[in-house]
Structure formats: structure tokens, C-alpha cells
């Protein structure tokens, strides 16, 4: 399975951007997607997830209100819209998938409950 990120780049604080990542060799729509980040000196922290049938969703709560992620199954792709940036957001963000089910959402803010990472696109955001 493989996983490609797309879309970051340079944007003034309050602009928006999106992110878009591919998922080829496997059962995309079987899979819990999922958004991390990481900036240099920090652990990688949760953004979003969003599970398979796109009906159910989970944000970090310092991203919550404008980030917003959704998914089209049928392009085996998954989005994380960006809007309102803070100079915090900047990093490297990453793209995850979960063949791991689980009732409540909040285990899908975790890590190492994904199976499949992608190279990550970094987003800069900087006047």
C-alpha cells in the first residue's frame, strides 16, 4: 500500500490550503484516513481522521472550527481542507491509514494505531 500527499506549500497566516493524498494497492475504502504532523524538535501529533464511509470524522481540538478532512472512495483520496492558518500549523503533515476498527473515534488520534504512512508534504506558514 502505498500513500502520496500532495498540495502543501508557503501561505500567509490566515490563508487557507489543501491537502489531497492518493492511496494505491489497497482497499481504500476499507480504511480509517488519517492527518498528523510534525514540526523539527516535536512528537507527530493527530490533526484529523475521518472513517472509511467519510460519515464520521475527528479533529484535534487546536484545528477544530478550520480544518475540515473528507474523502472520495471512488478516487481513493483523502483531503485535509485548511483554512484560517496559524503560524503554528506549520510542519511537515502526513498522511496515515487504519485497517483497525474501533468504536470510539479518539483511538484513531493515535499514531500507532495506523498501518500505512505516507512521505509527508510540508506546509510553511509565514508573513
Known amino acids: 500500500v502505498q500513500l502520496q500527499a500532495f498540495g502543501g506549500g508557503l501561505v500567509q497566516p490566515g490563508g487557507s490550503l489543501r491537502l489531497s493524498c492518493t492511496v494505491s494497492g489497497g482497499i481504500f475504502s476499507a480504511y480509517t484516513m488519517g492527518w498528523f504532523r510534525q514540526t523539527p524538535g516535536k512528537e507527530r501529533e493527530f490533526v484529523a481522521a475521518i472513517r472509511w464511509s467519510g460519515g464520521s470524522t475527528h479533529y484535534a481540538d487546536s484545528v477544530l472550527g478550520r480544518f475540515t478532512i473528507s474523502r472520495d472512495n471512488a478516487e481513493n483520496t483523502v483531503y485535509l481542507q485548511m483554512n484560517s492558518l496559524k503560524y503554528e500549523d506549520t510542519g511537515v503533515y502526513y498522511c496515515?491509514?487504519?485497517?483497525?476498527?474501533?468504536?470510539?473515534?479518539?483511538?484513531?488520534?493515535?499514531?500507532?494505531?495506523?498501518?500505512?504512512w505516507g512521505r509527508g508534504t510540508l506546509v510553511t506558514v509565514s508573513s
Open positions: 496515515a491509514a487504519s485497517r483497525k476498527y474501533y468504536n470510539s473515534n479518539s483511538f484513531y488520534a493515535r499514531d500507532t494505531e495506523y498501518d500505512y
